[in-house]
Nanobody, 122 residues
Framework: QVQLVESGGGSVQAGGSLRLSCSFP????????LGWFRQAPGKEREGVAA???????TYASSVQGRFTISRDNSKNPVYLQMNSLTPEDTAMYYC????????????????WGQGTQVTVSS
């Protein structure tokens, strides 16, 4: 069983920054596809950023240039650096992992964390 635990959420004013972390203990960590997703009240879960085994990254157009996903295979966590936050970024943020597939589609991930709340005020 793979367990993911997010941290780093909180409240910030528009224009501010937050860095989310997701711990993912696994001896095969470096072989997993990893992603960050978010879900606002009344909306579907959407992919925000993803990083594959070879460190190739993919971003949703809404966060391109503002968010950065990164991983350090020697230290385990996957990070999401979020800059220039706007109220539209307010959501519950989830990290996800899968051994076979990655990308920005939630259906492609088998393992999920419990989420961390991000609230951006204007």
């Amino acid at each position: 069983q793979v367990q993911l635990v997010e941290s780093g959420g909180g409240s910030v004013q528009a224009g501010g920054s937050l860095r989310l972390s997701c711990s993912f203990p696994s001896w095969r960590y470096g072989r997993y596809y990893l992603g960050w997703f978010r879900q606002a009240p009344g909306k579907e879960r959407e992919g925000v950023a993803a990083i594959d085994r070879d460190f190739k990254t993919t971003y949703a157009s809404s966060v391109q240039g503002r968010f950065t996903i990164s991983r350090d295979n020697s230290k385990n966590p996957v990070y999401l650096q979020m800059n220039s936050l706007t109220p539209e970024d307010t959501a519950m943020y989830y990290c996800a992992a899968d051994y076979e597939r990655g990308g920005l589609a939630a259906r492609d991930y088998s393992y999920w964390g419990q989420g961390t709340q991000v609230t951006v005020s204007s």
